[in-house]
């Protein structure tokens, strides 16, 4: 069923894309650790040619292939997206997660940011239990507020 093929390839786009972004927070924060309370951006945003030249390593390339991982260009933090697709079934979903690598005060590099929180263990029963409640909560709720139709809800 294509619902069924769907929502597993939305689990496990989310759950790959959340692998990656642990590992990728995991390799950059000890790049960039160096470089706290020290500038890091120019003004037009883009990474210095000393911090650059420390991403562009082949264990790098390697390890995060260009079409999974994107710098955001950001005035407040140092930020990269991951990107997943996934094909399975009748369904093809994609998933992105922004990762917070550090924060920006002007184009100093002013604290680490902290560690990428997202799961990589989501199931289908699991997401379907979960939907199941919150419908569950909902109807719920709506009947509260219905009951409480003369006084309103606060």
């Excluded at 960039?32 to 990474?47: E, R």
């Amino acid at each position: 069923m294509e619902i069924e093929d769907r929502l597993r390839a939305k689990i496990e786009a989310v759950n790959k894309a959340n692998k990656l972004a642990h590992q990728l927070y995991e390799t950059l924060v000890p790049i960039f650790t160096p470089f706290v309370g020290l500038k890091v951006i120019t003004v037009d945003g883009d990474l210095l040619t000393k911090v650059q030249k420390l991403l562009v390593s082949p264990v790098l390339r390697r390890a995060f292939p260009g079409e999974n991982t994107n710098r955001i260009k950001s005035a407040y933090a140092i930020k990269w997206v991951v990107s997943v697709s996934v094909n399975l079934g009748n369904a093809s979903v994609s998933h992105s997660e922004s990762v917070a690598i550090g924060e920006l005060d002007g184009q100093t590099l002013s604290r680490i940011s902290p560690p990428f929180e997202g799961r990589t263990d989501w199931t289908p029963e699991e997401v379907v239990s979960g939907r199941v409640k919150a419908y569950r909560a909902k109807r719920e709720y709506k009947a509260i507020v219905q009951s409480l139709y003369p006084f309103g809800e606060g």
